[in-house]
């Protein structure tokens, strides 16, 4: 038996509590940035309360989704540029909820590393509530994990969970029918997909992170950390407008997999790819690998981050209230009775 006398300490194992609550204290401000009307508590109880009923619901149906920002975190780890990953996350998540049709109400964060580095962790969260305020939903919580031995000096692994709600009978897609109109809402660049391919490229090329970009102004690693669009508010905007049957997030499989998840059997689309110009990002990605055309349609989102599925009689309507609310609106194609995806003009 020991008095605990000189005994081992969970610091002295490299768990450091206090490093922990000083974070917590030092994000309290940026989550309380994210308060809307539903949220019942604030950071450091055991979860987050939210009040349906308050927020403005009466028969809601909950949607949730969880995703990551993949290897881009790598970028953002190597070049020590933080501030923009956490918007990445709270993107990727909240992006899906708005395809099921719901609002998303509010988000928890998940960030393990071996080390904590509060400076560096407070930057991200800063960023992940951004992104939260950004798409009107509360950051009401979240898990930070400090694991020695699990990851090495400096990297971290970063997971997002989103909660939302609409209206029972409101979910989408609903009643997509041959003839519907799709309208394309540009990307701000790779967004958070089609990463690990990325970095092979920037390899391939012989640049370094921190090298001037050739595509764009800033560095390399800047220009491929530019974070993911929110779609949400202007696609509120669209459903309001009347007429939507669906939206598809283009994150992996890029728009050849993933408009087809929106569809009814047997239904395909058309797409004409003269109706946009490729951003110079994609041009340069696609040079460097010598990578064909259908492949960087089923890897990247060619700059097209979200694609909306509309009755034919309520284009305008909604191309109104989307550039209401400040977008830019590309008439892409249509949905067809012919089962598959199929491709007119060119990439460029």
């Known amino acids: 038996m020991t008095s605990g006398k000189n005994g081992l300490t969970y610091a002295q194992a490299g768990v450091d509590i206090d490093a922990g609550n000083a974070l917590v204290e030092k994000i309290k401000p940026a989550a309380k940035r994210t308060n809307r009307s539903g949220v019942m508590s604030g950071l450091g109880g055991f979860g987050g309360l939210f009040d349906l009923k308050a927020a403005g619901y009466s028969d809601p149906i909950l949607v949730s989704a969880t995703d990551g920002v993949g290897t881009k975190l790598r970028i953002a780890i190597d070049t020590g540029e933080y501030s923009t990953i956490g918007i990445d996350l709270v993107a990727m ?83 997509v029918s041959v003839g519907d109109v799709l309208l394309a809402l540009p990307s701000s660049g790779v967004h958070s997909n089609g990463y690990s391919l990325v970095r092979k490229l920037v390899e391939k090329s012989g640049l370094a992170w921190g090298d001037a970009c050739p595509f764009a102004e800033g560095t390399l690693g800047q220009a491929l950390l530019a974070p993911t669009r929110l779609y949400v508010k202007q696609c509120m905007a669209a459903i309001s407008a009347g007429g939507v049957h669906g939206f598809t997030h283009i994150t992996g499989g890029g728009l050849t997999e993933n408009i087809p998840r929106a569809l009814n059997d047997g239904q395909g689309i058309a797409i004409n790819l003269d109706a946009w110009s490729l951003p110079p990002v994609f041009g340069w990605l696609q040079q460097q690998g010598g990578i064909s055309q259908a492949e960087m349609l089923k890897t990247f989102n060619c700059g097209l981050g979200m694609v909306v599925i509309v009755a034919a009689d309520k284009v305008n309507d909604v191309r109104a209230a989307l550039e209401a609310a400040g977008e830019t609106v590309l008439d892409i194609g249509t949905v067809t009775d012919t089962a598959g995806v199929h491709y007119s003009g060119t990439l460029a």
């Open 93 to 175: 998540c909240v992006n899906d909820l708005i395809c099921q049709g719901a609002e998303p109400l509010l988000f928890l964060d998940y960030f393990a590393t071996g080390k904590l580095d509060v400076e560096a962790a407070a930057v991200i969260i800063e960023g992940i509530a951004e992104g939260c305020v950004q798409s009107g939903c509360a950051l009401v919580g979240g898990e930070t994990a400090e694991m020695p031995g699990m990851y090495e000096e400096g990297d971290f692994d970063l997971a997002g969970f989103a909660v939302g709600a609409m209206e029972r009978g409101q979910s989408l897609p609903e009643n």
